[in-house]
């Protein structure tokens, strides 16, 4: 039986609208003098850090805590601004699945396992009211890797329902092939949805455990029970 199931954010439980690219790409002109400085940089399936650290690299900027620090201060101030300027909305199937979720007779632990800084993560689901209904997480500044991040996620669920996790107790949703590996890094199991910017068929490429086009497209009986 699943006892955790952790979610990616963007393209999975929501899409924005674009605020965390347009707020990346503001903070790189007006804070280090680089328009377009997010032109050359895949954002999907990465960590807010590591993206930072691309950014960094390619412009010759020293990737210093202290130019880390100017840049997500910056950067949440201008995803603030993004996310209410822009129009955004919760994935199909979101609220749906987490309702069923907690209606089992045991619900597993609902949990975010995101590239998102966790100041990142608070501001783009408190926008769509969905920050509440998980109970814990693993964020982009917990590490830079994602794998990493999973296994961080893993430890942090098993300390909070007192029992070490088994892999196949543990299922992975998200939106692109790097949710899927770092799944496997685990053990768990990974549901991916094509509400992002990969296809059913390039997500099943992967091996998954489950692929679907929306999370309407899959029970939480089929993937908890």
């Avoid at 399936?45 to 880390?68: K, M, W, Y």
């Avoid at 950067?75 to 822009?86: I, K, N, S």
């Avoid at 994935?91 to 800084?117: D, F, K």
């Avoid at 329902?161 to 899927?180: K, M």
Wanted: proline share 4%; charged share 20%.
């Amino acid at each position: 039986m699943v006892r955790v199931v952790l979610f990616d954010i963007d393209g999975t439980l929501i899409q924005s609208g674009g605020a965390g690219e347009k707020a990346f790409a503001r903070v790189c002109e007006s804070e280090f003098g680089v328009p377009n400085g997010t032109a050359r940089i895949h954002f999907a399936g990465r960590t807010d850090p590591s993206i930072v650290r691309e950014f960094f690299l390619q412009h010759c900027i020293e990737a210093t805590s202290e130019n880390f620090g100017r840049f997500f201060h910056q950067y949440l101030l201008h995803l603030d601004q993004f996310l209410r300027q822009l129009e955004g909305s919760v994935l199909p199937g979101v609220h749906e699945m987490i309702r069923e979720l907690n209606a089992l007779t045991q619900p597993p632990l609902a949990g975010l396992l995101t590239g998102n800084i966790r100041p990142g993560a608070q501001l783009k689901l408190g926008r769509y009211q969905l920050w509440p209904s998980f109970r814990m997480g693993a964020f982009g500044d917990d590490h830079e890797d994602r794998n990493q991040i999973a296994a961080i996620a893993r430890e942090r669920a098993s300390r909070l329902l007192g029992q070490t996790l088994e892999g196949e107790q543990i299922l992975v949703i998200g939106d692109t092939p790097r949710d899927i590996e770092c799944a496997r890094a685990i053990g768990a199991r990974s549901l991916a949805v094509a509400t992002g910017r990969y296809t059913v068929e390039q997500l099943q490429d992967e091996s998954p455990t489950w692929a679907v086009a929306t999370l309407a497209d899959i029970t939480v009986k089929q993937i908890c029970c």
